[in-house]
């Protein structure tokens, strides 16, 4: 069954959903293990870590690209495509907010507390690009998200959208002539200009995009395949060869999983996965440090520790994603099998659930931070 008939018949694409709940994982690992460790230091070395782990967010920037594309195309009005991301990723990201926000205070966490006011701010999701810290690290990629949306916005209220590869092949263009401009002749062109455009990351949503529009038949062969390629090279060019050969492994990922290609990631506790994946990208990073702050001080193994810190993510993912998710209603022109990158509004049960960046290195070792650089 094709992207098309999916949509027709009002499903989910499961294998993308899957897909979700291994990115989040993986982001999961990094922050536990070689995260953790960089900023407050394991009681006991771990014998094995995740430093690459942070992969998994590049991976849900490529599935973002192919959902939000997905729904622009069965959206006839923009106020329908504005409720349904609204609804689907501010209540639980609301929610998870509040609940670090109360957790980190009670527990005491060095550095990474902030202000009832800055708190307040957060809640606009666009926060840092007033320079207001994160009540979680993991929020940067939230504005990077809202960026993204409101690039394809504009692209369908100029109804362009059919256009769409021209205007991925003058972005990542853009990216690789920033790069140039400062290795070649020292000059830093605007970051206000490369945050908006959100050039450090625009390849891999041009990833999503082109495959989605592949997969649906939306457009020639040769244009798409024109923007993976573009994309590839920029990143290879920009980044490095090996986040180029990664962004090939995982645009095949998902050109696979929406062509139901991927029949093992429908095991019920992946797609389990994929269901919680959004609000466990938000509650994993600050509540489990202290949890794990905490055990590891009594003088517990650490692996101890970040069992029991995958337990409260896990708990806590699972009640905000049933409690808040049930309670999101969506557009009929807007209601699809494609959420947000990060939420998947679906049944209390896994079972139920209907077929439906990596950063960049250096934004890596600062995962936690608003990527300040970039602006």
């Known amino acids: 069954m094709n992207v098309q008939q999916a949509n027709h018949r009002g499903g989910r694409l499961a294998e993308i959903d899957a897909l979700r709940g291994i990115a989040a994982v993986l982001v999961l690992l990094f922050h536990y293990t ?11 070395p771990l014998e094995i870590s995740f430093p690459w782990a942070y992969v998994g967010i590049n991976l849900f920037f490529i599935i973002s690209g192919f959902v939000i594309f ?74 990077v998200e809202l960026l993204f949306y409101a690039l394809a916005l504009a692209l369908f209220l100029s109804r362009q959208l059919h256009r769409v590869h021209w205007f991925m092949y003058a972005l990542i263009a853009l990216k690789v002539a920033y790069a140039i401009a400062a290795r070649q002749f020292g000059i830093d062109l605007p970051r206000r200009i490369q945050w908006a455009l959100i050039l450090p990351y625009i390849p891999w949503f041009a990833c999503g995009i082109a495959i989605y529009r592949t997969t649906a038949g939306r457009s020639t062969r040769r244009h798409d395949h024109g923007i993976l390629i573009a994309a590839v090279l920029g990143i290879g060019y920009v980044d490095g060869f090996g986040l180029g050969l990664l962004c090939i492994c995982f645009s095949a990922l998902v050109w696979l ?37 905490i055990i590891e001080q009594a003088g517990f193994s650490p692996w101890l520790a970040i069992g029991a810190a995958s337990a409260v993510a896990l708990v806590l993912a699972w009640l905000v994603a049933n409690f808040v998710g049930r309670g999101v209603s969506t557009p009929p022109l807007a209601r699809d099998d494609t959420d947000s990158t990060f939420f998947c509004v679906a049944s209390s049960r896994a079972s139920h659930l209907r077929s439906p960046t990596i950063v960049q290195p250096q934004a890596a070792n600062a995962i936690e931070c608003a990527l300040s650089t970039h602006r």
């Open 257 to 293: 999983a929406a062509n139901n290609r991927l029949k093992l990631l429908r095991k019920p506790v992946i797609l389990w996965l994929g269901f919680i994946s959004y609000p466990l990208y938000l509650l994993h990073e600050n509540i489990d440090w202290g949890v794990m702050r």
């Open 70 to 143: 997905l729904t622009l195309e069965r959206t006839r009005h923009a106020s329908d495509f504005i409720v349904s991301r609204v609804s689907r990723l501010y209540p639980a990201y609301w929610i998870s907010l509040l609940i670090t926000f109360l957790v980190v205070r009670m527990l005491g966490l060095p550095g990474k507390q902030v202000s009832s006011s800055d708190a307040a701010l957060n809640m606009l999701m666009f926060h840092g690009s007033f320079g207001v810290p994160h009540v979680d690290a993991v929020y940067w990629t939230r504005e």
């Open 34 to 44: 070689t995260r953790f460790d960089q900023i407050f230091g394991h009681s006991q």
